[in-house]
Every structure is written in structure tokens, then in C-alpha cells.
């Protein structure tokens, strides 16, 4: 499937939703485990999504549109605003995902990028020559990454529960 | 994570926002595509929780109780649903699992299960003795492996499109 600004627009759009219909509310049995030594609880998942929100996607948009292969993006740091969100509630989060999602679509409506726009080309510091159509589709499946992260992190906490059922249930095997 | 049932009620009245918030509203482009031969694209998988909704839970919930391991259960067509359903849309699909889904957990909450119950057996025909608490965990987790599905059919489609940012994103890795 070809990359369509329309389409992708569809699944950012619901991202915070999905993931607020998620875990809103939920109680801490849920929502504190992660799936072992140094990976990510769902608060985690939520807080590099408001990390990536305001560091990544739209800076980077405007960075490649400026400067083109002149300059390569700056590396992003992933874990930032997991260091420094642990003080803020889940509910919290959800709300700071939100208002950004709707901040960085609403730019990138106003940026009304053209066909040929989408293949301009930039450098990534870890793997080269990317096109914007490229890091624009990367945030989608990003998201999508992402949410199925946390649906498998809450599965996991039940690996043990499910007794033999567990070979027919691809998200708890490894 | 021990299973409990207040907590497993959590993720079962959850499920139905959660993929009615992914998939309502989504153009066919995100909607017909699987993943390759013999896969289901989101809509199967809407109709195969609705069957299983309809099928498999709480009539083996049922069956549990009432037979214990004095008879087996019975198999579960687990397309069936998916073969009857394909004139219907994908809003009715996920009403239908949303009343089917608020029925089960009706049901669940009528039952009054007690720790003692929880531990009654009974023999699944693939795999020999099962406890109910491990047919109840399945349940959620079932939920949660085809919610996992359905977000990595979605991510598929962009597969190509995100260029080398692939090998970052898990959720299209073989």
C-alpha cells in the first residue's frame, strides 16, 4: 500500500484514543509490570509517546523540509521523557498525548506538502538516505509499534495464567 | 500476575472501545488488506470475536461448571463467523461484539464464581485438563493476542513505505 497523507492521517488520528480506550483506568496490577529487565511498562509506552510527540515527528518534518540532505536529523533521545515524567499520572499523560497528537496534525495540515516534498530526501545519523514519505510513514507504524507493545505487555502478566492455551495465543509466545 | 476477576473484567469491558476506536471509521484501504495467503484482514478478525463471543466463552463457561471433567468440550469453529458474516459492515460487526461483549459480562457477574469454582477441571479436546481460572485468562488474553493482530495487519501495509526505518519498528519484523 502506498503511502497516502490522507490514510496516515487515519491512524494518527486514533492513536490516543486507542491507547486512552486502553488503559484509562485501569489499575495498577495492570499497569506497573513491564515484561522484565529493562523494557517498558505501559506508562513508559505512553510517556515516549509524548516524548516523541514534542522532539521527533513534527521537528523533524521541519528539519528535512529546510534542510534537506544538508543537514542530517539530530539524534533523538528516546528514554527522555520517561526520566522525566515520573511524576505525572497516567490520566495525565493520556491528555499531554492528546492535546500534542492535535497540535502536530493541525501542523501538519498547514504545511500542505506537495508530492514532491514527500520525496525530498534527508540523512538519518544511524542508516542514511531517508525521503519524508518515509519518516511520515515511519510515525504511523511507530504508533502502531507501539500500541501492540502495551496489548503484549498486558498479555504477558498472564502467560502464566492461561495454562496450555497458551501455545494458541501468539502474543504471549515468544 | 495472578488471575483475578475484577481485574480480568477490566481488560474484557475494555476490548470492544479499544477496536472500535482502532478500526470505525478507517477507509477499506486500511480495512480489507491481511497480512498475505490464508490471514485475516481486520474485518475477519471482528467476526471471529463476535463468533467466539457468541460460541466459546461463557458456553464453556457453562459447560465447566455444570460437566466438570465428566465431558470434554465441545470443539469451537472458530471461522464460522467469519464465513456467515460477509455482507455485514463493519459498524455492525463491532455493535455486535460490543452487546454480545456487555451480555458475556452479565453473565460472568450473575455467576458469582467463587475461588473454589475457579479451580474446577474440565478436558479441552486438544490438550487434556484445563482449570476454569485458565479458560478465564485465555479469555482476556485472547482478546488482547487478536487486538495485537489486528494493530500488525495495519502496521503491514507500510511495510516498504517506511524505508530502512523498518528494523526499528518490531511490530513489521518477521
Not at 77 to 95: C, P, Q, W, Y
Not at 128 to 137: C, M
Request: proline fraction near 5%; hydrophobic fraction near 40%; charge should be neutral.
Amino acid at each position: 500500500m502506498k503511502y497516502q497523507l490522507a490514510e496516515a492521517k487515519q491512524i494518527l488520528e486514533r492513536t490516543p484514543n486507542v491507547i486512552r480506550a486502553m488503559l484509562q483506568g485501569l489499575s495498577d496490577a495492570w499497569l506497573l509490570p513491564n515484561e522484565g529487565m529493562d523494557t517498558w511498562n505501559p506508562r513508559d509506552v505512553v510517556a515516549h509517546l509524548v516524548g516523541m510527540e514534542r522532539a521527533a515527528w513534527v521537528p523533524r518534518i521541519r528539519h528535512l523540509l529546510e534542510f534537506g540532505e544538508g543537514r542530517p536529523f539530530n539524534p533523538v533521545d528516546r528514554t527522555a521523557e520517561i526520566r522525566v515524567s515520573g511524576h505525572k499520572s497516567m490520566n495525565f499523560l493520556l491528555d499531554e498525548f492528546t492535546f500534542l497528537r492535535r497540535d502536530s496534525l493541525q501542523v501538519l495540515s498547514t504545511l500542505q506538502l506537495t508530492t514532491k516534498q514527500l520525496e525530498q530526501r534527508t540523512v538519518h545519523p544511524d542508516f542514511g538516505v531517508v525521503r519524508l514519505d518515509n519518516l511520515l510513514a515511519t510515525w504511523v507504524v511507530h504508533d502502531l509499534s507501539h500500541t501492540a507493545q502495551i496489548v503484549r505487555v498486558l498479555a504477558t502478566q498472564y502467560r502464566e495464567e492461561v495454562g496450555p492455551w497458551s501455545s494458541y495465543l501468539r502474543v504471549i509466545r515468544h
